[in-house]
Structures are given as structure tokens and as C-alpha cells.
Nanobody, 124 residues
């Protein structure tokens, strides 16, 4: 059974950093486009970042460009989201997801597998 397990969330202050991890089992992250999404209170789930299947291309939502970095460690079968200069508006549940398609998918409907999410709360 495929599992994606996120970790690394927490409560931080504005300007702090966090690194989220997404550990995969029964799925090779190197064979999937791996994405991060988030869902804030009362909001729809939104795309944050994605790394392509070959790891050559990354794409970010405009609001996190220059602050967040997505990466993948194929040996550990884990995907990361380094989040710097966090802002209160980054507060959300962050989800890891896997899409078995090429390119850099940004729609939730492109993703087949999802983790349970990890809470990130940024205080001002």
C-alpha cells in the first residue's frame, strides 16, 4: 500500500524556517512528479511546489518563490520542502502528493497519491 508521510511541521514565528519531509513507501519518488500543496483555514487546497519526475524542473506558486525550495533524495525516497522567511499567511496544513505524469503538474486532480498532511503555523 502506497504511503506518503509528512513530517516537520510546527509552530514558528514569522521569519523562521522549517523543513518539511515526505517519506514514501511502496512508491519510488524518482518515478513520480512530487508536489507540495497546502490548505489554510477556510481555504481551498492550493499548489505550492513541484519537482518533475526526473528532478530537472521545479515550479513554485508566486507567493513562495525565493523563500521555499523543493528537493528530492532518491536514496532516501524522500521529498523535502525547505521553507525560509515564513509569514503568517503561510499557515496551513501542508500535503505531499505524487503524480505519475511528466512535466510539473500543479492541479490537485493530477495527483494520485496524497499524504495526511502536517500543520504549519506561523505567528506574527
Amino acid at each position: 500500500q502506497v504511503q506518503l508521510v509528512e513530517s516537520g511541521g510546527g509552530l514558528v514565528q514569522a521569519g523562521d524556517s522549517l523543513r518539511l519531509s515526505c517519506a514514501a513507501s511502496e512508491l519510488l519518488v524518482s518515478s513520480y512528479a512530487m508536489g507540495w500543496f497546502r490548505q489554510g483555514p477556510g481555504k481551498e487546497r492550493e499548489f505550492v511546489a513541484v519537482v518533475s519526475r526526473r528532478g530537472q524542473i521545479t515550479t513554485y506558486v508566486d507567493s513562495v518563490k525565493g523563500r521555499f525550495t523543493i528537493s528530492r533524495d532518491n536514496d532516501k525516497n524522500t521529498v523535502y520542502l525547505q521553507m525560509n522567511s515564513l509569514k503568517p499567511e503561510d499557515t496551513a496544513v501542508y500535503y505531499c502528493a505524487a503524480a505519475f505524469i511528466g512535466g510539473v503538474p500543479t492541479s490537485t486532480s493530477d495527483y494520485r497519491y496524497w499524504g495526511q498532511g502536517t500543520q504549519v503555523t506561523v505567528s506574527s
